[in-house]
């Protein structure tokens, strides 16, 4: 069965510096996408960054970049210049094919991620 | 953007009573509803796949007699949450893959507050 996993509960960074937050996932599948999902306080869900596996090249929005290593199943997400609205649990997930599933998404446990000023 | 909506955002009911939470997507049509749970801190669990039309799928260990869910239009899913208890308070969040899209389009809802006393 396919999993996700986040191993770091808690996270803190300094504003402007730049953090990394790691996420592993298992599956038998080649076609799939990876996903970094923000919550802020709102709750609200706010896609920050996709992936496709096909894709050998990392994915970049702005300051969010992945890391994205397929043989060893590793989705880690860099945030650079950290700012203080960055604060928020970020979610790593793993979407099923459509035609598998019906594109459902499976989540990480969450990272607390904190900004100081 | 695509925008999904939740109605109410926030509700309180006694034990017993049932309550429904509605779930449309305003400004597409969507061929597939996802339901997902959240507790305080803690992830996203998946509940149930709804399909306009047809009966929704729902994910092993959730009680397909206690969460009733419907998805008689393109644009509106119902999750009706019957004889409610206080174990049952939670977030409640639904997401919409658009009929036309990108494979990787899902758009999520704002989430409803149950608490149940």
């Known amino acids: 069965a396919q999993t996700v996993t986040q191993s770091q509960p808690e996270m803190s960074v300094q504003e402007a510096e730049t953090v990394t937050l790691s996420c592993t996932y298992d599956t038998s599948e080649s076609d799939y996408y990876l996903f970094w999902y923000k919550q802020p306080p709102s709750r609200q869900m706010i896609l920050v960054i996709r992936q496709e596996a096909y894709k050998q090249q990392n994915a970049t929005e702005n300051r969010f970049s992945v890391n994205f290593q397929k043989a060893a199943k590793s989705f880690s997400l860099k945030i650079s210049d950290s700012q203080l609205g960055d604060a928020a649990m970020y979610f790593c997930a793993y979407r099923f094919s459509f035609y598998n599933q019906g594109g459902k998404l499976i989540f990480g446990q969450g990272t607390e991620l904190s900004v100081k000023p | 953007g695509a925008v999904v909506s939740q109605h109410p955002s926030w509700v309180i009911c006694k034990s017993g009573t049932s309550v429904k939470i509605e779930c449309r997507s305003l400004?597409?049509?969507?061929?597939?509803m996802f339901w997902y749970r959240q507790f305080p801190k803690q992830s996203l669990m998946l509940m149930a796949t709804?399909?306009?039309?047809?009966?929704?799928?729902?994910e092993q260990g959730v009680e397909k007699d206690k969460f009733l869910i419907n998805h008689a239009s393109l644009t509106l899913s119902t999750l009706t949450v019957t004889s409610a208890h206080p174990e049952d308070s939670s977030f409640y969040i639904c997401?919409?893959?658009?009929?036309?899209?990108?494979?990787?389009?899902?758009?999520f809802g704002p989430g409803t507050r149950l608490t149940v006393t």
């Open positions: 400004d597409f049509q969507a061929t597939t």
């Open positions: 997401s919409a893959i658009p009929l036309a899209g990108a494979s990787y389009e899902q758009y």
């Open positions: 709804s399909n306009e039309g047809s009966k929704a799928t729902y």
